[in-house]
């Protein structure tokens, strides 16, 4: 065009070239907004993680752990780039709905009553209501939140989803936050030194959690990660969170039901 003869539009080549530019400018445009979007939705993502931390003060190590572990796990299952992210992002948010659960219960110092283990069950639920209006940004992560206590054998909540029936992320993120349960104890229950913890896990291969995400699991803590021994962990994030140094009550929600006794 800028070169034909007679040259085109008005006789001035240069007209080409700006024509070629505009739709340039708009990709360009397009995409800049595009990253601004995301780095405001991630921005988001840790304003809400903040907002558990309020109402926890342990529970932001426990998603940061959980977090940790779900992203080596899915790491070590060849997830791609963009799969991680979207389970490291939902770990940090998987027990959003806890902000919907009366304090006298989430942080009750002995054990639940049956009423009141119903009423924590709540929770996916709960944080799949609170992230409606942002559904469009969200896709996977509202699987995380809303699946991560379903367990292999259909006995978890809230549906009772079986084996591949549960999302993959949700049963990732799921048998990470048990693991982080487990070594961290609670209240009414003693903390499981790592060695323990990984037994269980095994044990419950095929119950409650992927044989197959249970093989993985067990070769990446055979490595020694920073996150397989709890202590170790908090160490390295003390720093980051001066509150650690005055020690509260862990919430009392019940580790995931890990337990044989219960199956
Ligand atoms: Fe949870």
């Known amino acids: 065009m800028y070169s034909a003869d007679p040259a085109l539009l ?93 304090d006298a219960i989430l942080f009750k110092p002995g054990s639940l009553t049956e009423e009141e283990y119903n009423i924590i069950k709540k929770h996916p639920e709960y944080g799949v209501h609170l992230l409606e209006p942002a559904s469009d940004y969200l896709n996977e992560t509202f699987d995380i939140i809303k699946y991560h206590h379903e367990r292999w054998d259909g006995r978890g909540y809230p549906e009772g989803l079986a084996g591949q029936e549960i999302p993959l992320w949700a049963r990732i993120v799921g048998l990470a936050d048990a693991y982080e349960a487990m070594t961290a104890g609670r209240p009414y229950q ?9 037994q269980e896990i ?21 490595t020694n990660p920073t996150w397989r021994d709890r202590e170790v962990f908090l160490r390295l994030y003390s720093s980051k969170v001066p509150s650690l140094e005055s020690s509260s009550p862990f919430s009392s929600e019940p580790e995931p039901e890990t337990s044989l006794k219960s199956n």
Do not use: C, M
């Open 190 to 198: 003693k903390a499981k030194s790592p060695e323990d913890a990984l």
């Open 202 to 222: 095994e044990d419950l291969a095929g119950i409650q959690f992927d044989p197959k995400l249970v093989r993985a699991f067990r070769e990446i803590w055979e």
């Open 10 to 102: 008005g006789g001035w080549g240069g007209w080409s070239i700006i024509l070629f530019l505009i739709p340039l400018y708009y990709a360009r445009f397009h995409w800049d907004e595009v990253v601004k979007l995301r780095e405001a939705f991630n921005k988001t993502v840790d304003l809400l993680s903040n907002t558990i931390d309020a109402k926890d003060s342990h529970t932001f190590l426990h998603s940061e752990r959980v977090t940790a572990i779900a992203s080596a796990l899915a790491r070590s299952h060849g997830l791609d780039a963009a799969q991680i992210h979207t389970i490291e992002k939902g770990s940090r948010i998987h027990d959003i709905g806890k902000i919907g659960i009366p």
